[in-house]
């Protein structure tokens, strides 16, 4: 079974950073697909960025430029490395991933998430 853990969210002020983390077990060998996602009170989750099997990355315009998606194997660990944060930042941050070949970043296209992170940021 694929569980998913989140940590390291927190409060920051606006230009700060944070580095989240998601520790991942339960995956079988082949391709994977993982993602971040955030949720704002009131608002929709929207994606943040993915990464594929071959350490392919892609972001929401958001944060391209200001957040990084890694992973690290050995430790079945994904990360969100998060620069330059602004107010608009804040939220929950989830993980999520899915034992398919990476599609849209839309949360549908994912079947297992972790319980979320919280990130503040006041500016």
């Known amino acids: 079974q694929v569980q998913l853990v989140e940590s390291g969210g927190g409060s920051v002020q606006a230009g700060g950073s944070l580095r989240l983390s998601c520790a991942v077990s339960?995956?079988?060998?082949?391709?994977?697909?993982m993602a971040w996602f955030r949720q704002a009170p009131g608002k929709k989750r929207e994606g943040v960025g993915i990464?594929?099997?071959?350490?392919?990355?892609t972001y929401s315009e958001s944060v391209k430029g200001r957040f990084t998606i890694s992973q690290d194997n050995a430790k079945s660990a994904l990360y969100l490395q998060m620069n330059n944060l602004k107010s608009e930042d804040s939220g929950m941050y989830y993980c999520a991933a899915d034992q398919v070949r990476c599609g849209a970043l839309e949360p549908e296209n994912f079947a297992y998430w972790g319980q979320g992170t919280p990130v503040t940021v006041s500016s």
């Open positions: 339960g995956f079988t060998y082949g391709w994977y697909c």
């Open positions: 990464i594929d099997s071959w350490g392919g990355t």
